[in-house]
Structures are given as C-alpha cells and as structure tokens.
C-alpha cells in the first residue's frame, strides 16, 4: 500500500466518522490541541474516556437493576456520562445520553432501559470504528514497511501490508486480525 493510498484511506475513514454521525466538531477541537510534543493527545483522551466511561456505564447497569428506579441518581450518572461522552466528540453516543435523561424527568424506566441499550450499542460501535481508525492512522513509515505507534497500537508487533486487502497467502497463525488490508499479529 502506497504512502498516498494510506493518507487516502484514514481521510476516507475520518470523512466516515463524520459523515455517519459518530463525531462531532468536540473531536476536530481535540485534534487541534495535538501537536509535535504530544502526538498521541487525541488517542490518550479517547483511551481515558474509554476506560473511565466502563466504570460509568457498571454503575448505570447497577442502577437500572434497582427496584424502585432512582432516576434522579441515574440522570446524574447519566449526565456525567453524557460529559464524557462530549468532551471527545461522541455525537450519536451524546444524542442517545440526552434521550436517556429526558426518560429519568418523565420517570419513564421502560424509556430508560431501551435507550441505555441504544447507548451501549452506539457506544460501543464507535468504540470498534475509531479503534481501527486509530490504528490505521498510527501508522509510520520508515523503508516502504509500516511500524505501529501510539498508545493504542502499543500491543501490536508486527504488520504486513497486503497490496491486494485479501491477505492472499498469509499464513494462519492464531491471533491474527485483519482490518482494511492490514494484517495485525497480537503479541
């Protein structure tokens, strides 16, 4: 895969982000702040939200387990969520928070409890599409051979760019993830 093709391909996929609703201009913000002494900010923020953002959802869980519903702790675990989930530009993640919320004012638990479904779902979608973004992006390059870099590329060791995206006459070993043409083999 060309140098050219590989810019192509994470613009492609960032337009995509964009264009489906998974971003917002939060995320364009974060990349500005990125700079030659901090090259991995955006992915450092998005990781943080990540493993932050597990523990909020548990206790959301928890608390739609709960019998009566506390919709005024879960509007406010709710609310903290939804912060995360603006501060790195998580649009459609946002928009369903915002649903959430006006379900624990009407005091809805049904309303409540599909919603956090659909939050979970939409969470976890861009969780898988900026993942690969992310590693498709942290790509550099050095003698035609693609190294990985950044914080969520720290646990790969090895790549093999396959010029055809089939991965024709890789052999299979255990561990091996494919992603746009990519092949990635976990350490």
Not at 72 to 93: C, E, N, P, R, W
Not at 100 to 116: S, V
Not at 139 to 151: C, E, F, K, Y
Request: charged share 30%; proline share 1%; hydrophobic share 35%.
């Amino acid at each position: 895969m060309e140098r050219n093709q590989l810019h192509r391909q994470v613009a492609n996929m960032r337009k995509s982000l964009f264009d489906q609703g998974f971003l917002d201009e939060q995320f364009i913000q974060l990349e500005e702040l990125q700079d030659d002494a901090n090259p991995n900010f955006v992915e450092e923020v998005v990781t943080l939200y990540y493993r932050d953002s597990t523990r909020l959802i548990l206790n959301i869980e928890q608390a739609l387990e709960k019998s009566p519903l506390d919709f005024t702790k879960l509007d406010s675990l709710m609310h903290q969520f939804k912060g995360s989930s603006s501060s790195i530009g998580a649009k459609k993640v946002k928009l369903e928070c915002t649903q959430f919320k006006e379900y624990c004012k009407a005091a809805n638990g049904e309303g409540c409890k599909r919603t956090f479904q659909q939050v979970k779902k939409e969470y976890g979608t861009l969780k898988k599409k900026i993942e690969v973004y992310f590693q498709v992006d942290g790509r550099r390059w050095l003698g035609g051979v693609a190294i990985s870099g950044g914080i969520a590329l720290r646990q790969w060791r090895r790549i093999n760019i396959r010029r055809d995206g089939t991965g024709k006459g890789a052999s299979s070993r255990s561990g091996v993830d494919w992603t746009g043409g990519i092949e990635v083999v976990r350490i």
